[in-house]
């Protein structure tokens, strides 16, 4: 049966589990950006949260002195927290060994949305690759959801979903996906955009008020291509950089995520002494 490749410009109404299906969650601006950040500068988990009783709950019972709480309201930090939802901070060393509850308006609502997904990949911009390179490995369907803005299309998504079928399609020329409208769109907007998509991230309803606001380094963050080699995954309710332990056992898991991290780290320096 021939592979389909499903791209969602903003969450399902229908809350359907897609069975066997690879499940991708993209928000650029900024919530998935800034977990694959978090992750790279070792971070050992994020729990994202649905609302404010969730990350108190969370708190209760992990103990406020043993978790960082991140997030934002309307683009700013949330009152008495200790991250906003700026990629910065979560590339920021002290993260590391630390979990993270995390509040955004619409990234970690649709994560917590999926809880109930075998596995959701979380993707943005700058781990691109890693993510095509994932799904080029895995057996089944394709399933990529945009988080959008208060259930509205938002343009970076839709160029992030874009690009990744432009990805997959490149990777899979013997395969023939078939692919939704929406896929289809997608794939014009990385037509459109993919050379340049920092201008995509500027024009962007969502980017031109980070702008307004000042956070304009966060999108020129949000718009480096492949800048991160690793791909963090969401499963039994936490996201870390191990797959999810049904398709191994625990320990292959957890080195998987190590190594993620570890040749993450090593890429780097290489880069910084080149
Ligand atoms: C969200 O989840 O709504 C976004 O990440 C908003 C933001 O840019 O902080």
């Known amino acids: 049966m021939p592979l389909s490749i499903d ?5 399902p109404q229908k809350s359907s589990t897609w069975r066997g299906a690879n499940v991708v969650l993209i928000d650029v601006l900024r919530s998935t ?14 729990l994202p949260a649905a609302d404010l009783g969730e990350v108190t709950e969370l708190v209760e019972s992990l103990g406020r002195s043993r978790v960082l709480l991140g997030g934002e309201k309307d683009a700013r930090r949330i009152p008495g927290f200790d991250l906003g939802n700026s990629p910065d901070e979560y590339a920021d060393p002290r993260i590391k060994g630390q979990t993270v509850v995390m509040l955004t308006g619409n990234g970690t609502v649709a994560l917590a949305r999926l809880r109930h997904q075998r596995v959701v990949a979380i993707t943005a911009l700058v781990n691109l690759g890693a993510t095509a390179r ?64 920092r201008a995509c991230l500027e024009e962007s309803t969502h980017g031109r008020g980070l702008l307004t606001l000042g956070y304009g380094a966060d999108l020129e963050r949000c718009a480096r291509v492949d800048e991160l080699d690793l791909l963090p995954f969401y499963h039994d309710e936490q996201i870390t950089l191990r797959p999810p332990a049904l398709e191994m056992e625990v320990e292959e898991a957890t080195a998987v995520g190590e190594d993620q991290r570890q040749s993450e780290a090593e890429r780097r320096e290489n880069q910084e002494t080149a």
């Open 33 to 46: 950006t800034s977990i694959c950040h978090g992750m790279a500068a070792g971070c050992s988990r994020i």
């Open 134 to 197: 994932w799904l080029a490995g895995q057996e089944g369907d394709v399933v990529i959801i945009c988080s959008g803005n208060r259930e509205q299309f938002c343009l970076e998504d839709g160029l992030c979903g874009g690009m990744l079928v432009r990805r997959l399609l490149d990777a899979w020329p013997e395969r023939e996906p078939l692919l939704n409208d929406a896929a289809r769109v997608g794939l014009a907007l990385a037509e459109r955009y993919g050379a340049n998509p």
């Open 7 to 11: 791209l969602y410009f903003t969450f």
